[in-house]
């Protein structure tokens, strides 16, 4: 007979079992029975334990899949890191995908003197204002794996001339008057020092415009317009802040639309502060530049009145946080933001479309036909809202039903850091940042390089 007892509360599990004798009396307890009640829970234990190394083993399987991916540039491993803090398996994939695209890519950079680049940062403006990406882009490379000290074998030549960098106005704006003739100037010396600009007629080598209105060199669009792009640049590749859907004069050359330039530090630095998902206090912010009575220039009005409209049918509403000084904060304010502002002034594109991303708050893009920077690594439709210019003075109306219905999921999806980083340029390339992007852009553009087509063309000679 065996007699079980129920064992007391909250003691965890075990088995208590006693042996009788055949006429109900106990029985002597041998060796073997005085300790079987150990040997069965010992048992269990192992067993149990046994299970559970088992089942996390099996799970724990993607996770050491993603420690164990190779970053093609052994500089960015720190980097690298924080790219795979998703578990997605479509995600690794493109990574891996895009990783393959550059292992073979190769890039000269033309060893200019001193005056096109490097004398320019004596004013450290030149490396942290909106247009550095020029600067960006260039230390970016000089340490990049994708960098050849052999011409032979490049597919991609970089030209690096600072051209945003003459703070001489009275305003402190960088004026670039002298763009065209200092790239002429550039042009002219490789074009007499070396064969490989006049070999692809200038079809692959790469340029960066990171201004107003682009390749056309000018801050006014009637006057950059007249001017178009400059004839020796025209069969050249131009990365450049300026993009729209339409057809236009500055724009008509091979292109590549990146982002303007965002310090990473000074991101860094916020973030540390004023979490993504820390508190929001203001609904709808905007800080910048709205003029009440907007001037008439060469018959074209500042942010196409779009700010006037702002300020003046927003200004009462106490959802609308809008300022019209600068302040050097102003970065704190975006983080504390729900809804940041991103209307046009005389570019469409903005600076503060990669502060919002950065620092989490759903951009409210203002700017009719914006061409917008990376869309294979930004889902522009799902991180931010694009508002018509006509549509201004609904504005209220149009983001309380967002608030209503999906700002969670818009700003889960903004929220991604990998979104954030696609839209940062570092001193070095990291896995995914906006240099990365810019690597990937010309990856899909091998058709333009004279050392591909060449090998192309010998593939076919060969079958």
Not at 109 to 119: C, E, G, H, V
Not at 236 to 252: A, E, M
Not at 268 to 287: H, I, M, N, Q, S
Request: overall charge positive.
């Amino acid at each position: 007979m065996v007699e079980q007892k129920r064992p007391p509360k909250n003691r965890g599990f075990y088995v208590r079992m006693k042996f009788l004798h055949k006429h109900g009396r106990p029985q002597e307890k041998s060796c073997f029975h005085k300790y079987y009640k150990w040997v069965l829970w010992i048992s269990l234990t192992l067993y149990f334990f046994t299970s559970y190394l088992i089942s996390n083993n099996t799970h724990s399987k993607p996770t050491s899949s993603l420690t164990k991916t190779n970053v093609t540039n052994s500089k960015s491993a720190i980097a690298s890191r924080a790219l795979f803090e998703s578990t997605n398996p479509t995600a690794l994939q493109q990574v891996q995908i895009n990783q393959a695209l550059l292992k073979n890519l190769k890039i000269f950079i033309y060893d200019l003197p001193p005056k096109y680049n490097t004398d320019w940062l004596t004013n450290q403006r030149c490396s942290n204002h909106l247009f550095a990406s020029e600067v960006a882009i260039h230390r970016a490379l000089l340490t990049s794996d994708v960098r050849t000290f052999d011409p032979y074998e490049a597919d991609f030549f970089f030209v690096p001339v600072y051209v945003s960098c003459n703070f001489s106005t009275v305003n402190g704006f960088p004026a670039i008057g002298h763009a065209r003739s200092l790239l002429a100037s550039a042009v002219q010396r490789i074009s007499s020092e070396y064969t490989f600009w006049n070999r692809s007629r200038g079809f692959d080598h790469v340029f960066v415009a990171s201004h107003d209105f682009g390749a056309c060199f000018h801050t006014m669009e009637d006057v950059a317009i007249a001017d178009g792009v400059p004839e020796f640049l025209k069969n050249s590749i131009i990365l450049q802040t300026f993009g729209v859907k339409h057809k236009h004069p500055c724009q008509d050359v091979e292109n590549v639309v990146i982002p303007p330039y965002i310090s990473p530090d000074s991101i860094w630095t916020t973030l540390e502060k004023f979490p993504v998902d820390g508190r929001r206090e203001f609904w709808a912010f905007f800080r910048g530049k709205m003029e009440v009575h907007p001037k008439n220039i060469s018959g074209r009005f500042y942010s196409r009145r779009v700010r006037t409209m702002i300020l003046r049918k927003f200004s009462g509403d106490r959802r609308f946080y809008l300022q019209r000084q600068r302040f050097t904060g102003y970065q704190s304010e975006i983080a504390r933001s729900m809804f940041c502002l991103c209307p046009l002034g005389w570019a469409p594109w903005s600076p503060r479309l990669v502060e919002s991303v950065a620092l989490g708050c759903v951009p409210v893009i203002i700017a009719d036909g914006i061409r917008l920077p990376f869309p294979s690594a930004v889902d522009w439709a799902e991180i931010s809202l694009t508002v018509p210019e006509k549509d201004v003075d609904k504005l209220g109306k149009i983001l309380e039903h967002v608030a209503m219905t999906n700002l969670t999921t818009i700003q889960r999806n903004l929220w991604n850091p990998r979104t954030k980083r696609a839209l940062l340029f570092n001193n070095q390339v990291q896995l995914g940042d906006a240099t990365w992007q810019v690597l990937l852009a010309l990856a899909g553009k091998l058709d333009r390089s004279y050392r591909g087509s060449r090998v192309s063309r010998q593939l076919m000679s060969d079958t």
